[in-house]
């Protein structure tokens, strides 16, 4: 019989079983100080989890393996347990993402609209596929469900900024804009 | 005559209603009201106002409330919840709400929380929508200060703290027991029912889930009551809505239309028709798991009942239209495969199920489907249906297939007998000329 599993999750599983990671990661003050505020809104501490995980990604970018067990630590709750929620959530980034991660929506109302076309224009200029991120790490693009916008249909988000009516040269703007914004940034 | 109670805040302009223009409109009269009057006499109201639940599945929200336990014996936490995980296909009615009046929805919330006797309460919002959730815990503040929520409200005994609560991209979520474990920081799969959140909801205590459309229409339905309320249906149902069409329209957008309103007239009139060049083949009333209908419907009217004897529902009552350029086969692929992705995995007609109708409608939509491949996937959408599964996640995904099957068989066949989607044949043949 064939696994079913997908070979690089084979190659992930061989890997860490020969290495396992045990760095201790800590969280910093300010990420303790955010899960705090949050106790006092919820009868528990593991109800926390999501949000936990949703601070600390905001202050590092992704959730690494030493990242979870940090949180599962700090909120006293099994590391499986909050892999559980943190594996269920697509805006829970468990591998690396770019500075920014396009979501570009695939549903319905967009897809009449012609996102399908839009969405090989964006590999082509990017040159990456879903789920995965530019050389340079500053993209990542994922395909997302509605967005909740259809009667601007197509429409993507990046960060946390929405871009409605979409057209070529509109995406052309959008992704030279943001690079032009990274390149100020970069050091030198 | 108040005709607008959803939107008489929201201009032209995306900026929020504060705290002082919303007053200025008669903004927390509700509330006011509401603090006067016994907790239960709100239910009645509610109840005999016909507000039915605008989430998708239109049940009366008065007789919601009314199944939460009351008295002295009840367990004295109880919890009020506001689904604005809005992720249905094609659905974009809550984010209008949210962001541009949220004191409306706070006004509600404090009201069902009041008649329920909930002294918390939760939006559980999508991960994606950073401006409502910015916007609500706004209103939030301004409402805390002006001591319109907290403690002792108003001089009463009443205290109330509402908190938002951002979810991180996942449809099943929206499935008020799924939404309720997700709450709980659990993994987001759905529970049994019974027994309903009414009586052992989050963490075990009465718990009323409602839509954030369904909560908006709470304050004015108390300020000005019953008979204005019913009134400002057309037809069998109560209230005004939110109607939105999208698609090849040439005027795709969202209404606050009263119920009943006749789906000619949304699509016609309000969304402008078809854009030139296009004919409306069909359209899904609700959002993305509602049966499609045709053009023989356009006359009815948008209420509950009248649609779902059509064979279609509801749902969100946001529209979306399939035109005639566009392949009906690709459109429940579409919209397959998203169901496909969302699936909590818990049950087998479900996980593995709609990957099989994603097979199928693949093999269709590349020329590569077979005769029978018709039946199969009839029978895949027979399974998927209602009392096969834990939620009613598969029963949504299996209504797009089933219809289409019925009303697009012949484009189903087409594509079995050429070998290849006619559409992309049209699509390619006009970009070559
Ligand atoms: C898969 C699935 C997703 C749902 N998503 C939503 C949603 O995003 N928002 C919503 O209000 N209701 C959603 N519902 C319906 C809720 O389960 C529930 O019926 C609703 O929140 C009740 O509120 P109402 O009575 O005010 O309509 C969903 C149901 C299912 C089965
Ligand atoms: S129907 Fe689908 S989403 Fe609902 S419980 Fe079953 S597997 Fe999960
Ligand atoms: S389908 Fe794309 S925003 Fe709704």
Redesign the interface.
């Known amino acids: 019989m064939t696994s079913m599993i997908e070979p690089e999750v084979v190659e992930l599983m061989e890997r860490s079983n020969k290495h396992p990671s045990t760095a201790e990661a800590q969280l910093t003050e300010a990420e303790i100080e955010e899960i705090e505020r949050e106790f006092s ?4 501490k ?6 936990a ?2 601070i600390v990604q905001k202050h590092r970018g992704w959730i690494s393996d030493e990242t979870l067990r940090a949180v599962s630590n700090f909120l006293q ?1 099994p590391v499986a ?1 909050l892999e ?2 943190a594996t ?5 980034f468990r591998q690396p993402v770019g500075k920014e991660v396009i ?1 570009l929506c ?4 967009c ?3 012609g996102c399908s076309r839009l969405q090989q224009k964006l590999q082509n200029k990017l040159q990456i596929a879903p789920g995965q991120t530019t050389a340079d790490g500053i993209f990542t693009l994922l395909e ?10 197509p429409v993507m ?1 990046v960060g ?1 900024e929405m871009h409605r009516n979409l057209t070529d040269e509109s995406i052309d703007k959008i992704i030279e804009n943001k690079k032009a914004h990274h390149a100020d940034q970069s050091p030198d | 005559m108040l005709t607008n109670p959803l939107t008489k805040n929201i201009g032209p302009e995306n900026i929020a209603a504060d705290i002082e223009r919303y007053r200025e409109s008669g903004g927390y009269r509700g509330w006011s009201k509401a603090l006067e009057m016994a907790p239960g006499d709100i239910v009645k109201m509610v109840q005999d106002g016909g507000l039915r639940g605008r989430g998708g599945a239109g049940f009366n929200t008065g007789l919601k409330w009314s199944f939460v336990p009351r008295g002295a014996d009840s367990p004295s936490i109880k919890y009020l919840v506001c689904n604005a995980d ?7 009615k ?2 209008l709400l949210m962001e541009r009046d949220p004191h409306l929805l706070i006004e509600g919330m404090a009201i069902a929380a009041y008649a329920i006797g909930a002294h918390t309460a939760y939006i559980f919002i ?5 401006l409502a959730a910015e916007r609500l815990e706004q209103a939030i503040d301004e409402a805390r200060q002006e001591g319109l929520l907290g403690n002792s409200i108003r001089g009463t005994e009443f205290s109330l ?1 509402i ?1 938002v ?7 099943i979520c929206g499935e008020e027991t799924a939404l309720l474990n ?7 799969v759905p529970r049994a029912k019974p027994p309903f959140p009414q009586v052992s909801g989050l ?1 075990g205590k009465p718990t009323v889930v409602n839509n954030v459309e369904t909560l908006c229409n709470i304050p004015n339905l108390i300020e000005h009551g019953i008979d204005w309320y019913r009134s400002l249906g057309r037809g069998e149902d109560a209230g005004s809505k939110l109607f ?5 329209v040439k005027n ?3 209404w606050e239309l009263p119920m009943g309103t006749p789906i000619r007239e949304i699509i016609e009139q309000h969304a402008g028709g078809m854009c030139d060049g296009y004919q409306l083949k069909g359209f ?1 009333p609700g959002g ?1 798991s509602t049966d499609f209908l045709g053009p023989d419907h356009l006359d009815l009217p948008m209420d509950y009942d009248v649609i779902g004897k059509a064979g279609s529902r509801m749902g969100t009552g ?1 529209i ?4 005639d350029h ?1 392949c009906p086969v ?2 429940v692929l ?2 397959t495969r ?1 169901f496909a ?2 699936s909590c995995g818990w049950c087998t007609p479900c996980r593995d199920g709609l990957p099989w109708a994603v097979q199928i409608l693949e093999r269709l939509e590349n020329g590569e489907g077979v005769p029978e491949d018709l039946d199969l996937l009839r029978e895949q959408a027979r399974r998927m249906g209602p009392g096969n599964t834990f939620c009613a996640l598969a029963p949504g995904a299996a209504e797009p297939i089933q219809s289409a099957l019925k009303l697009f068989e012949q484009d189903f066949i087409d594509h079995v007998m050429h070998g290849c989607c006619p559409f992309e044949k049209v699509a390619e043949a006009s970009a070559a000329v």
């Open positions: 809104r919820y009868e528990d593991a109800s926390v989890g999501l949000e995980l949703r709750i347990q559980s929620v269920y959530f697509q805006l829970i979501l695939k549903s319905a109302s897809w009449i609209m997302t469900p509605c967005l909740g916008d259809c009667d601007k249909a988000m946390e | 809005e992720m249905e296909p094609g659905t974009f809550d984010r999508r991960g994606e929508y950073h703290e908190f609560h951002r979810s991180a991209g996942n449809y997700a709450l709980e920081g659990k993994r987001a963490w939105g069409v999208s698609g090849r795709p957008g969202t899904l993305g946001t979306i239209v399939l035109d566009t690709g459109l579409n919209l998203f992705r969302e």
